[in-house]
């Protein structure tokens, strides 16, 4: 699996990209999501504001590079995706 994270354009975010697609449909079964369409997920994790996408993009909104990571990496856990 390949991970990568860059800082967003507005700089309050962290780009989690990965080359595993995501289902949705479980993930909102999984997490707690404030909203749930088949296009994007939006849920709040350990405390951290995320957004997923089918594509295996998530954008993460962590204090540091190293935080998003790690909340993406427990995230595909969750999922039962193995990193």
Not at 31 to 57: A, I, Q
Not at 63 to 79: M, N, P
């Amino acid at each position: 699996m390949v991970i990568s994270v860059r800082v967003c354009s507005g700089r309050t975010q962290f780009e989690v990209s990965t080359n595993i697609i995501i289902d949705l449909n479980k993930a909102s079964c999984l997490f707690n999501p404030k909203v749930s369409t088949k296009h994007l997920l939006l849920l709040t994790y350990k405390g951290v504001d995320v957004s997923m996408y089918p594509s295996g993009r998530m954008l993460i909104k962590a204090k540091s590079k190293e935080e998003s990571l790690e909340v993406a990496r427990d995230i595909l856990a969750d999922l039962g995706i193995s990193i």
